[in-house]
């Protein structure tokens, strides 16, 4: 008997406390009923619109040593120069090894930003392509990323009428090195803030433990083979035609 009274009064206890709880949730006089929030783990943008890469598209492809061909037989072999002689483009092709977005290279070049704004501006391209670069790995990804989008920027004032990629840099060595990562890190964030199509190489794993001897040549400091810029390029204008009209 002590145990259903027990029990009895527990029930009566249970009952007490919710009635307790409803009437708490329920709104104060005069309050307005507001939507229920969701949450998402990131948040939407809107896809970017396609560019223009059809054949005789004027194009300026703009990098350092990867872009000069280096690593290759001859520089008509270079990923850039068979990207564009693939797709027709009307291509100048500005190349500078050991230059990038915060590096002005070893003879004092110009980094990126200073080389766009010293292009001549009858060039008018409608499409310019940003490659690289390797030799960002100094700074902070946050000086990187602010380095690329000062020079999205430039190029944006300089020719209003481009569309804008990014195109950066390839795994050189495996493992990805941590700067390697901090670069494509740096780029993604840039891209974003600039809305601008970035093709990441190191996030598509265009390089991998199965053709890294055939495509990274050691004996040119870690830099494309022929058959490396070859594939680079191929690889290149496949992701030009998916984000292309």
Known sequence: ?????????MAIMLVILAMQHVNASRPAAGATAGPVPTFSSSPSRAALPAITSAAGTRTVILGDSWTVGYGADTQEHGLAYMA????QLDATISGISGSGY???????EGTYQTRIEQLPADLDPTLIILQGSVNDAAPTTEETSVAVADTVEAAKTKFPNAQIVLFGPAAPQLPVSGGMQKIDRALHLAAAREEVHYISPIAQNWITVGNIKE???PTKQFHPS????AYLAEKLEESLRKISQ
């Open 102 to 108: 915060t590096s002005a290279g070893p003879n004092n």
């Open 84 to 87: 564009a002689r693939d797709l």
């Open 215 to 217: 495509m990274i040549d």
């Open 1 to 9: 008997m002590i145990v259903v009274a027990l029990v009895a009064i």
């Open 226 to 229: 022929t058959a490396g810029h």
